[in-house]
């Protein structure tokens, strides 16, 4: 357990609903990172938090997507008008001032 | 551009030494990870390696050459628990860390 927790750990959902994704990082850590991972492959960037600033967007992160991160604490990421090729495992990771990155369970979307 | 590239599979004894490669073609560096996966769980870190040179910790040690774009994780006494994918990533910066497809590590007994 890293002090990463996200919710929640699996979303099963048909093609066209939204979803939202939470990940409360570990409190004193002021960045926070969103990442998509599918099956062999490694973690892919969709998104980075400093504090409650969006400073990096990856060209991953179609408009359906959008992601909070309000008062610098917990973030949000939202999946609008869900599709097949969404179906992946988001992951959340913090970290504050040094390199390590603290990874979340994560969250296991399939869209049926 | 920016490149990864690590093994797609291997598989080795219980109580062998394993090395998994990865290289890497960026811009700029300031840094190499490794990261273990365990299936369905989330990436756990390894190591980092900022420096030329072999960093050891425990029955794991990572090396990196800079100006070769290589780095290798080394598994020593190999353990059944050590089957996992092995990420590799670097680090540029603030930027996010650019992650290859992971190397998927079988022991056999």
């Known amino acids: 357990d890293t002090g990463v927790s996200q919710n929640p750990r699996h979303k099963i959902t048909k093609r066209g609903q939204n979803v939202t994704f939470r990940c409360d990082p570990i409190s004193e850590h002021n960045r926070l990172y969103w990442y998509r991972q599918t099956l062999g492959q490694g973690p892919e960037f969709l998104t980075y938090f400093q504090n409650e600033a969006q400073l990096e967007k990856s060209r991953l992160l179609s408009d359906r997507f959008s992601a909070e991160r309000p008062k610098g604490s917990f973030s949000t990421l939202e999946i609008q008008r869900t599709e097949q090729g969404d179906s992946a495992m988001y992951l959340c990771a913090t970290m504050w001032g040094s390199y390590e990155q603290y990874f979340g369970p994560g969250t296991r979307l399939t869209v049926t | 551009g920016q490149n990864i590239d690590q093994p797609t599979e291997m598989t080795a004894t219980e109580g062998a030494i394993v090395q998994i490669n990865c290289t890497y073609q960026?811009?700029?560096?300031?840094?190499l990870f490794w990261y273990q996966q365990h299936a369905g769980e989330a990436p756990t870190f390894l190591s980092y390696n900022v420096l030329d040179g072999l960093e050891e910790k425990g029955r794991f040690s990572s090396f990196l050459s800079r100006s070769k774009g290589y780095s290798y994780l080394l598994l020593k006494e190999l353990q059944m628990k050590d089957s996992a994918s092995y990420l590799c990533?670097?680090?540029?910066?603030?930027?996010?860390?650019?992650f290859g497809k992971g190397t998927r590590l079988s022991v056999i007994a």
């Open positions: 990533a670097w680090l540029s910066g603030n930027t996010p860390l650019v």
């Open positions: 960026t811009s700029g560096f300031n840094g």
